[in-house]
Nanobody, 121 residues
Framework: QVQLVESGGGLVQAGGSLRLSCAAS????????MGWFRQAPGKEREIVAA?????YYARSVKGRFTISRDNVKNTVYLQMNSLKPEDTAVYYCAARDSIVIATTASGYDYWGQGTQVTVSS
C-alpha cells in the first residue's frame, strides 16, 4: 500500500507561482512512476505531468510547469509558474506500480487526497 500526501496549494494571482509537494510512503518510491493530475469542476481528471526516468507534460502546461522528484525524501514536486485562471483545479498526486510513465488516470494505482489551486484573474 502507498500513501500520498499533497501540500502547497492555495490562492495566487495570474502570473504567479506555486510549488506543490507530494510525500510518499509505503513502497519503494524510486521504482514508481509518479504523476500530477488535475480536475476542475464539471471536467474530467486530466494529466498535468509525470516522471520516471523521463518526464511528460501536458501541452497546456509545457514550458510553465516543471515536475521533479527527490528519491531520498520520497517526494515529488510540481513547480507551477506563469499561472493562468484556467489552471484552477484540484491537483492530485498519483503513483503506479511500475516505473513506466502512464498518461491516463486509469494507469495509476494510488492517489492522494488532492490540493486546491485557485488562480485569480
Amino acid at each position: 500500500q502507498v500513501q500520498l500526501v499533497e501540500s502547497g496549494g492555495g490562492l495566487v494571482q495570474a502570473g504567479g507561482s506555486l510549488r506543490l509537494s507530494c510525500a510518499a510512503s509505503g513502497r519503494t518510491f524510486s521504482s514508481s512512476a509518479m504523476g500530477w493530475f488535475r480536475q476542475a469542476p464539471g471536467k474530467e481528471r486530466e494529466i498535468v505531468a509525470a516522471i520516471s526516468w523521463s518526464e511528460y507534460y501536458a501541452r497546456s502546461v509545457k514550458g510553465r510547469f516543471t515536475i521533479s522528484r527527490d528519491n531520498v525524501k520520497n517526494t515529488v514536486y510540481l513547480q507551477m509558474n506563469s499561472l493562468k485562471p484556467e489552471d484552477t483545479a484540484v491537483y492530485y498526486c498519483a503513483a503506479r506500480d511500475s516505473i513506466v510513465i502512464a498518461t491516463t488516470a486509469s494507469g495509476y494505482d494510488y492517489w492522494g487526497q488532492g490540493t486546491q489551486v485557485t488562480v485569480s484573474s
